[in-house]
């Protein structure tokens, strides 16, 4: 298995939901971010999990909040999401220190 | 702070033409140079460039890059519908701050029939 696996594909959440994003790999990668990507512009970097441990936060604000429950397995919980947080959610994997980054096809979250 | 440019932002050529795009960078310490393409949704791989000099080929695909002058390029020859996309290229880091890409701005590649 080569693949990063997100789901859902697509998701329309109020600004008042609570919703979790997916991402799950099978690689052996010990290495797994999530990006942002706006319309347009470069994936940015939110989260960087090292060993099942948070080692960069990029500053993101606090309705967003990850979660690596286990090596295959990655989370973002969404809160009191704004209009402006629209955009493709990317979450990616790699070996620690190695540039074989493998992204996922995207979460392409709406904000209403 | 690390920067990446891509020249041109856009293209628009027809099938069959030739295309190089660049990717210029000022960064002091990193580890490889990346290759993206993206269409609708993730990036898919293209290379992974460390040495200066070595050209990577798959395809009508090629990419080199030149550690001297601080820049790669990505060659595609022949091209087809197919290959529009953005196309991106992102430095990896070295150090410690593996993961935190540094991505150009990416060029929009229009093919037309």
């Known amino acids: 298995d080569t693949e990063v696996t997100q789901t859902p594909k697509h998701l329309v959440m109020g600004m008042t939901n609570k919703k979790s994003l997916k991402c799950e790999q099978h ?20 989260f960087v999990y090292s060993y099942e441990k948070l080692s960069i936060n990029e500053s993101v604000p606090s309705r967003f909040s990850p979660e690596c429950p286990n090596s295959s397995l990655l989370n973002l ?10 955009a493709l959610y990317l979450c ?11 992204f996922g096809s995207g979460t392409r979250l709406t904000v209403v | 702070e690390d920067k990446v440019v891509q020249s041109p932002l856009s293209l628009v050529v027809h099938e069959g033409d030739t295309v190089t795009l660049n990717c210029s960078y000022e960064v ?13 949704k993730a990036p898919t791989f293209l290379f992974m460039l460390t040495s200066s000099g070595i050209e990577k080929k798959s395809g009508r695909l090629s990419s080199i890059l030149d550690k001297k002058e601080l820049f790669s390029i990505l060659n595609i020859t022949a091209t087809q519908t197919g290959d529009s996309a953005i196309y991106l290229c992102a430095l990896v880091p070295g150090g410690t701050s593996y993961g935190k890409l540094t991505f150009g701005q990416g060029t929009i590649l229009t093919v037309h029939p």
Do not use: C, I
């Not at chain 1, 690689?27 to 939110?46: D, F, S, T, V």
């Not at chain 2, 990193?30 to 609708?40: M, T, V």
């Open chain 1, 92 to 102: 990616a994997s790699s070996q620690v220190r190695d540039s074989g980054y493998t």
């Open chain 2, 28 to 40: 002091t310490n990193f580890r490889s140079l990346l290759w993206y393409k993206q269409e609708k």
């Open chain 1, 77 to 86: 919980h969404l809160h009191a999401l704004q209009p402006e947080d629209s």
């Open chain 1, 27 to 46: 690689m052996g990668h010990r290495a797994m971010y999530w990006y942002k990507q706006k319309a347009k512009k470069p994936p940015e970097l939110m």
